[in-house]
């Protein structure tokens, strides 16, 4: 079955420490994959995605991802943590088998919570 | 730029009762997908439309259907309602590609709560 994992509910960072938030995924054939980030009472804003090419995907607000098709995983980070970046974190996988037209399939989310 | 807009914001229906929920995509965006947001849950894909059809659906019951027009704005439709139904009713645009994957922009949700 297709999947993705965010093992951890909620990360908790100091502001100015590095942070990470894990996603691993299952999917047959080589996987699209995305971050969307989702503040209280809105709807999903895309961060960045891997589709091939380098390893390492830069995105918005200085968020970064690591692709690792060995492990199968789509970690999210970020150097410095701001309070700001305080939200919901949603890990999605497009699978790249042919015909598929975009279904996208989401992990549970991970809460990241950034204190002063 | 307008981003992908949804109508309305907040919804309280009955059981029983028909909900009608409305996209429009992002400005230059042919494709619409709907996704349902469960309290504490990722989204779970519904169904997408392209060129007026429906494509691609998830592992939804038939009382979810849809419809895109001509300018390709979109609607979700949800007949006879369970308690069950009550969520975040996401609507997300993109270009169909099949050379470039495209990125989903998404709206700002419909709430929907079931009495």
């Known amino acids: 079955a297709q999947s993705v994992a965010q093992p951890e509910d909620q990360v908790n960072v100091a502001e100015g420490n590095p942070l990470t938030v894990k996603c691993t995924y299952s999917v047959s054939g080589n996987p699209y994959l995305f971050w969307y980030v989702q503040y209280p009472n809105r709807g999903l804003q895309f961060l960045l995605k891997?589709?091939?090419?380098?390893?390492l995907v830069k995105g918005s607000y200085g968020f970064e991802a690591e692709f690792n098709k060995s492990q199968t995983s789509f970690h999210l980070k970020k150097p410095s943590a701001l309070v700001s970046d305080s939200a919901l974190y949603f890990c999605?996988?497009?699978?790249?088998?042919?015909?598929?037209?975009?279904?996208?399939?989401f992990g549970q989310g991970t809460t990241l919570q950034v204190k002063p | 730029d307008a981003g992908v807009t949804q109508s309305p914001t907040h919804l309280i229906k009955t059981r029983g009762q028909q909900v009608t929920l409305r996209c429009s995509p992002k400005s230059g965006h042919d494709t619409v997908s709907w996704y349902q947001q469960a309290l504490g849950q990722g989204p779970q894909f519904i169904f997408q439309?392209?060129?007026?059809?429906?494509?691609q659906r998830g592992n939804f019951p038939d009382r979810f259907s849809g419809h895109q027009y001509p300018n390709y704005s979109s609607e979700l439709n949800v007949n006879a309602l369970l308690l069950g139904d009550s969520a975040l009713y996401l609507c997300a645009s993109s270009l169909v590609g099949q050379r470039y994957v495209k990125t989903q922009y998404f709206g700002p949700g419909t709430r929907l709560l079931v009495l």
């Open positions: 891997y589709i091939t090419g380098d390893n």
């Open positions: 999605a996988v497009r699978p790249g088998a042919s015909g598929n037209t975009g279904k996208l399939i």
């Open positions: 439309y392209y060129e007026e059809e429906e494509r």
